[in-house]
């Protein structure tokens, strides 16, 4: 193999260099973050782990919501808005104020203060309460399955999962540190071992349960919950997205359906200019240009969807496709399209944001009418029996704010072409 000269070492170099940044301005590009933003993000992070560790075995002060599981979903609100805020790129800030109203909505408020159990098959054991996607045999879990297999995971791992919030929002001061390199990209394969024990889960909640798979069960959840916490801590050497890319058994079966389904990211290598800036956005470590121009796309259970590569390629060399290139071939969804997909001035836009908007306001009610129509007292599903109607009807109206925010704020101050390279 050739040598490389001293000025192809140093492209190479400044390909991985990253920019100390102001913490309120948040660029698609990872940047270095003052100590302070990491301390923060640090501590968040174990405030998040102290609320499920009380809720789950220390059970100090009745796990109020400042120190309950649900207490990661409120710093993902706040630490969400500030990303909303900060964000430059317009397709990034879209999906993280759509992912925040997501957590907050879906994951938080309605399981929270109006539980109801869903429609499931098999032997689970508990009643799975809405939204129990990771659990197999509920009927979200079918539906995100059969969502994932038309758009790819980035229907769940981009979009909508608690799990994305928190290291995006929350863990974004260490991006830079993300594992890159043959053997980060090699040790992707770590995943498969969780996947496996994830088909044993789903085969021990097909049948009843006995001593062996009730315990089988207890220790998958464990596999599960404690990587998940302590991974955040290990953000300042990892990265922020090391639990998804190596550890998740959802994911994995996630990225299995984006390999049988319609997703995967079209490469152009006639209008690449090799500027490497898609490799650096990646926060799950995909040699995006090396894929390119080895297979003319990116098609890897690893890819989340997140859009940053392609949102951010000034050359517009990479397009996603799922379902809707089927159904309407002449579909582009490069840079441009994308970020259009941000802009506010547009109908569609406009139309879209809306119809987001009444899902969520539709969900939410749904599911107040639904608990009152099986009776189901308030907070019956967890502890918080004596909820002040004040209380309810003020996190009730947050959920509104955010759904109807999602239609008519972030989207409209958004910038064109504020890639890092100017783009
Ligand atoms: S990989 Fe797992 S933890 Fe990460 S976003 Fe996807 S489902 Fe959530
Ligand atoms: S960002 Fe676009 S132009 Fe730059 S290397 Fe990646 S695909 Fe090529
Ligand atoms: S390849 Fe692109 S879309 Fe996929 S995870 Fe990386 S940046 Fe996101």
Redesign the pocket.
């Known amino acids: 193999m050739r040598p490389s000269t001293a000025t192809e070492t140093e492209v190479k170099k400044k390909r991985w260099v990253t920019k100390r940044s102001h913490p309120s301005v948040q660029r698609s590009l990872g940047a270095r973050y003052p100590l302070w933003v990491q301390l923060l993000s640090l501590a968040a992070f174990a405030w998040a782990f102290l609320g499920w560790l009380n809720e789950s075995w220390l059970f100090k002060f009745d796990s109020p919501i400042w120190l309950n599981r649900y207490t990661e979903y409120a710093i993902i609100l706040v630490f969400g808005l500030w990303r909303v805020w900060s964000e430059k790129n317009p397709y990034t800030r879209k999906r993280f104020l759509i992912l925040t109203a997501c957590v907050t909505v879906l994951w938080w408020l309605i399981p929270w203060l109006f539980p109801f159990v869903e429609p499931y098959v098999g032997f689970l054991g508990t009643q799975p309460v809405f939204p129990s996607l990771?659990t197999p045999g509920t009927l979200t879990f079918f539906l995100i399955l059969a969502t994932v297999l038309l758009f790819g995971?980035r229907v769940?791992?981009?979009w909508n999962?608690?799990?994305?919030a928190v290291?995006e929002v929350v863990g974004f001061p260490f991006r830079h540190k993300t594992l890159r390199g043959d053997w980060a990209w090699k040790l992707r394969h770590t995943k498969w071992i969780f996947f496996i024990l994830y088909l044993g889960a789903g085969y021990a909640v097909m049948n009843p349960l006995n001593s062996w798979s009730a315990s089988f069960l207890g220790f998958f959840a464990m596999i599960v919950i404690l990587p998940?916490f302590l991974s955040m801590f290990l953000s300042p050497l990892t990265g922020n997205?090391a639990?998804?890319?190596y550890l998740?058994?959802?994911?994995?079966t996630?990225?299995l359906l984006n390999r049988v389904g319609f997703f995967r990211i079209d490469y152009n290598k006639d209008t690449c200019t090799d500027c490497g800036l898609c490799e650096q956005v990646c926060d799950m470590g995909i040699p995006v240009v090396r894929e390119g121009k080895k297979f003319s796309k990116v098609d890897r259970a690893d890819c989340?969807g997140c859009g940053r590569c392609v949102s951010e390629c000034p050359a517009g060399s990479l397009a996603f496709r799922d379902v809707r290139n089927v159904l309407s071939p002449a579909l582009h969804q490069d840079r441009k399209w994308l970020r259009g997909l941000a802009d506010w001035s547009q109908a569609p836009v406009r139309i879209r944001a809306g119809l987001f908007a009444l899902v969520l306001a539709t969900t939410l009610g749904g599911a107040w009418y639904y608990a009152s129509l099986v009776g189901m007292p308030w907070g019956t599903c967890c502890k918080f029996g004596e909820i002040m109607w004040i209380q309810r009807t003020t996190i009730t109206l947050i959920a509104l704010l955010l759904a109807v925010g999602t239609a008519w704020s972030g989207l409209e101050h958004q910038e064109q072409g504020v890639g890092l390279y100017g783009g």
């Open positions: 990771h995971r769940i791992c981009g999962c608690p799990c994305v290291r998940y997205r639990y998804c890319r998740c058994p959802f994911g994995a996630f990225g989340m």
